[in-house]
């Protein structure tokens, strides 16, 4: 079985490479740390199974998400993230994505992940299906209003980014970032930035 592994940190690259030759006898591990890098690799093997990584610089793990079911409707793809909020599962899963597990999860957990997916199942963390349950019962969701560079910069925000470290983050301009951050706070009724930064940090918390 082809699997592409597309993160920006060697060392997990490294670990789930380790970890999944150990278990599965016939994986052939192919590696990228972008999504520029990994498009052409994806075109060209054809994986079986995509293992993917959301903070991504350039084109993010989203966005490579949508590009990758154009190019295969089919495409298995399981996001591997360090997001165990559910908006960012809830993200992935629209855009294609079969599965999501976060990197706080046991190993045995990814494996099982890795299994299901590639079988053709949805396969989601439990803790992270439990909240994505609960959301949808509460009918709640202002945050679902959001595209995703917008998810992507209230991500940055509630890293403690400034309007500038967003705008390098993304590779805009600063004038689309604050444009951007304008059209969030409309949708989430914030007057003010502060405020969107608050709702940002408890985005991360939650």
Do not use: W
């Amino acid at each position: 079985m082809k699997i592409l592994l597309v993160d920006d940190h060697v060392v997990v690259r490294e670990g789930v490479r380790r970890l999944v030759s150990s278990a599965m006898d016939d994986a052939v591990i192919l590696e990228a740390s972008s999504g520029r890098e990994a498009m052409p690799v994806f075109r060209q093997a054809r994986p079986d199974l995509v293992i993917l990584d959301l903070n991504l610089e350039g084109i993010s793990g989203l966005e490579l998400i949508r590009r990758f079911v154009l190019e295969n409707d089919a495409a298995a793809i399981l996001v591997f993230s360090m997001h165990t909020e559910p908006i960012y599962a809830a993200r992935a899963l629209n855009m294609g994505a079969r599965g999501y597990v976060s990197k706080s999860a046991p190993a045995d957990e990814l494996l099982t992940a890795i299994r299901r997916v590639s079988d053709g199942f949805r396969f989601v963390e439990r803790d992270i299906e439990e909240e994505l349950a609960a959301a949808r019962s509460a009918n709640e969701d202002p945050l679902q209003r959001l595209t995703n560079r917008e998810v992507e910069i209230m991500r940055l925000l509630g890293e403690g980014k400034s309007l500038t470290g967003v705008a390098e983050g993304l590779g805009i301009s600063y004038k689309t970032a604050a444009n951007s951050c304008s059209r969030i706070k409309e949708k989430l009724m914030c007057r003010r930035t502060g405020d969107l930064i608050r709702i940002a940090g408890a985005m991360r918390q939650s």
